[in-house]
């Protein structure tokens, strides 16, 4: 550990679980599986869904796979500011959508977003990301992702910030 | 101690694993339990603290030498979390982690040099911040400890957490931008 870092180790968690018998029992799994053949390290992801993390804020592009759920994670869409319109670009085709504020906790916001159809989409953001996780097919193309309105728009919530 | 625990990792010596284990499974257990906010049965989290092991096992020849094994041990805990919700069709109850302040679109935490390199500019970056700013940030971002856990103990509000985070955040975007970890506003 660098000098500049030892304030990490003074620094446990609150309520540390510390149990030796749970050590034992940890330590006697880990080895049985060690003499297990090594299987490849894929993420488990939930079936028929593609999970991409794009590189945009206000803007989001990326490619996105076919698929039955489509779930489009985009970091730092926000950085927490509250918003009242999400417009999705897919390849290039602007689609706005009305967004309305349904839930607000410690960790994130979440948005209801509802189409002229009448499908729902869950949005999701923390203040570091953002996930929009929608049924129907998502063609291979570009997504962009725009966000737009303010607070006053919405309905009442607790800012948390 | 750790040094030399990476030094016989590289060696293939399980018995260094062992004594990692029995240091470090109630700091992993205790990171997992607060990632999934009580909502995992003990056996899974056993089971999650044992995959933590073994990742830190199959990827113990990409340690770097000097390296920490307790932020790289939370940031594979934590990952665990998101995986195994990910598993049951659920979103994870805690999802902001400091993988999120670096802005970065690095793919999934699996243990790889770039995460390595990243966990350990985070830690020069924590390291600029005052306190209690940084144990605010350590604690909510690398423990998943709750901000209403946080206000109790730091003697603040809820909202005043929250602020100093918020503002924490800024900060070390801003010097992870710098450093090469984008993303930027």
């Known amino acids: 550990m660098s000098n500049e870092t030892n304030?990490?180790?003074?620094?446990?968690?609150?309520?540390?679980?510390?149990?030796?018998?749970?050590?034992?029992?940890?330590?006697?799994?880990?080895?049985?599986?060690?003499?297990e053949p090594v299987e490849s390290e894929e993420i488990a992801m939930k079936p028929k869904m593609t999970f991409h993390r794009i590189r945009p804020l206000i803007f989001a592009a990326a490619a996105v796979a076919v698929g039955a759920v489509s779930l489009i994670t985009?970091?730092?869409?926000?950085?927490?500011?509250?918003?009242?319109?999400?417009?999705?670009?897919?390849?290039?085709e602007k689609q706005d959508y009305d967004v309305e504020l349904v839930s607000q906790d410690d960790s994130q916001l979440t948005y209801k977003i509802k189409d002229e159809n009448g499908n729902e989409y869950t949005y999701q953001e923390n203040s570091n990301s953002v996930e929009i996780q929608a049924d129907g097919d998502v063609a291979d193309g570009e997504v962009e992702v725009e966000v737009s309105g303010n607070a006053s728009d919405l309905p009442a919530a607790d800012t948390a910030e | 101690m750790e040094t030399d625990w990476i030094r016989r990792l590289k060696q293939d010596d399980e018995?260094?694993?062992?004594?990692?284990?029995?240091k470090y499974t109630g700091y992993v257990y205790t990171i997992l339990r607060n990632f999934s906010h009580g909502t995992l049965p003990q056996e899974d989290l056993e089971e999650l603290t044992a995959d933590v092991f073994l990742r830190l096992w199959n990827n113990r020849n990409r340690l770097r030498d000097g390296s920490e094994l307790a932020p790289y041990l939370a940031a594979i805990a934590r990952n665990g979390v998101k995986n195994r919700f990910r598993m049951l069709g659920k979103q994870p109850p805690v999802?902001?982690?400091?993988?999120?302040?670096?802005?970065?679109?690095?793919?999934?935490?699996?243990?790889?040099?770039?995460?390595?390199?990243?966990?350990a500019c985070l830690l020069r970056a924590l390291d600029s911040l005052c306190e209690p700013d940084r144990s605010l940030m350590i604690r909510f971002y690398f423990y998943g400890e709750k901000t209403s856990a946080l206000a109790k103990a730091y003697h603040m509000t809820d909202a005043a957490v929250r602020l100093r985070l918020h503002r924490s955040r800024g900060k070390l975007r801003k010097l992870m931008?710098?450093?090469g970890f984008d993303h930027v506003e």
């Open chain 1, 7 to 35: 304030w990490l180790k003074d620094l446990p968690p609150f309520q540390p679980d510390e149990d030796p018998q749970r050590a034992e029992r940890v330590q006697k799994r880990v080895l049985q599986k060690l003499d």
């Open chain 1, 74 to 92: 985009a970091n730092a869409a926000t950085g927490g500011e509250l918003f009242s319109k999400l417009s999705i670009y897919l390849n290039g």
């Open chain 2, 15 to 22: 018995t260094a694993l062992c004594e990692i284990i029995r």
């Open chain 2, 95 to 119: 999802r902001q982690s400091y993988e999120d302040l670096t802005l970065s679109d690095a793919k999934d935490l699996c243990g790889d040099a770039e995460m390595v390199e990243m966990i």
């Open chain 2, 177 to 179: 931008t710098e450093r």
